[in-house]
T-cell receptor, first 113, second 112 residues
């Protein structure tokens, strides 16, 4: 059974810092991995999707990497801003599963002034 | 530019009551999903649909039923609500199974 872990559960950084969020998964036979952002009381917003054949994806100040062999993905946020404060979740889709996404429980990020 | 819309946003039920949650998407997506989110447990898949007229069980389907009579709508029903179904319910859709998921803003359900 695929398990997805995100550590730490919460993180507080001052504005302007670069930071890395971690996502670990137990089954390396993944189809893709997706990073989401969730604001309080809202749904999830897709940030980046990395296919299993890719090593990284970039969007603006965000960069996500994937290392299947070690079962890890990282989300790098450059020059953090207070508006980046949210919970960040990763989700893994296994090969051969049309619909099954396994979510981590998220890292709650707070960027302080 | 509505995306995925869920109704209602909030609901309180008494044990044994029934209700239907509605999800509507305007992106012509084939795949639709219902998840529940509980503290410390992440999101868990309840049921999903790979196209109009199809439904399938997810990870935690017991106590729920679904229907996809129209491509743009996916309904989640609770026939006899239980306190264990207190949760936040999210609907999501995608064009292909490997495409990015688009989520609604959720329905917060409390069963007393």
């Amino acid at each position: 059974k695929q398990e997805v872990t995100q550590i730490p559960a919460a993180l507080s950084v001052p504005e302007g810092e670069n930071l890395v969020l971690n996502c670990s998964f137990t089954d390396s036979a993944i189809y893709n991995l997706q990073w989401f952002r969730q604001d309080p009381g809202k749904g999830l917003t897709s940030l980046l999707l990395i296919q299993s054949s890719q090593r990284e994806q970039t969007s603006g100040r965000l960069n996500a990497s994937l290392d299947k062999s070690s079962g890890r993905s990282t989300l790098y946020i450059a020059a953090s801003q207070p508006g980046d404060s949210a919970t960040y979740l990763c989700a893994v889709r296994l090969t051969g599963t049309a619909s099954k996404l396994t979510f981590g429980t998220g890292t709650r990020l707070q960027v302080t002034l | 530019n509505a995306g995925v819309t869920q109704t209602p946003k909030f609901r309180v039920l008494k044990t044994g009551q029934s209700m239907t949650l509605l999800c509507a998407q305007d992106m012509n997506h084939e795949y639709m999903y219902w998840y529940r989110q509980d503290p410390g447990m992440g999101l868990r898949l309840i049921h999903y649909s790979v196209g109009e007229g199809t439904t399938a069980k997810g990870e935690v389907p017991d106590g729920y039923n679904v229907s996809r009579l129209k491509k743009q709508n996916f309904l989640l029903g609770l026939e006899s609500a239980a306190p264990s179904q207190t949760s936040v319910y999210f609907c999501a859709s995608s064009f292909l199974p490997g495409s990015p998921l688009h989520f609604g803003n959720g329905t917060r359900l409390t069963v007393t």
